[in-house]
């Protein structure tokens, strides 16, 4: 079992920067491809990104490409999401995601969550 736990959300500005954590526990994650996930208000979760177990290219959606940089420590055991030039429509519950081996980025194919981490920005 693998327990995953989100922190560094929180209000900020138009404009404005936030990182997101992501520590996992119960195993090692070396092994895993790991993602950000993410669920507005009235909207269905969506991707974010994905980063291997190598750390070597990873995925973003089209609506983070260029101000979002997902990142891993894999002898921390966790992950990270660097969230730079925010705008009011990145308002969302942000999830950490893990699942063997190869990357995808179909929610349903993730096998281990976390509880989410409120990220609200302000216009």
């Known amino acids: 079992q693998v327990q995953l736990v989100e922190s560094g959300g929180g209000l900020v500005q138009a404009g404005g920067s936030l990182r997101l954590s992501c520590a996992a526990s119960?195993?090692?994650?070396?092994?895993?491809?790991m993602g950000w996930f993410r669920q507005a208000p009235g909207k269905e979760r969506e991707f974010v990104a994905v980063?291997?177990?190598?750390?070597?290219?990873?995925v973003y959606a089209d609506s983070v490409k260029g101000r979002f940089t997902i990142s891993r420590d894999n002898a921390k055991n966790t992950m990270y999401l660097q969230m730079n030039s925010l705008k009011p429509e990145d308002t969302a519950v942000y999830y950490c995601?893990?699942?063997?081996?190869?990357?995808?980025?179909?929610?349903?194919?993730?096998?281990?969550w976390g509880q989410g981490t409120q990220v609200t920005v302000s216009s």
């Open positions: 119960g195993r090692p994650v070396s092994n895993y491809a």
């Open positions: 980063i291997p177990w190598s750390g070597d290219d990873p």
């Open positions: 995601a893990a699942k063997p081996l190869w990357v995808s980025t179909e929610s349903k194919e993730f096998r281990y």
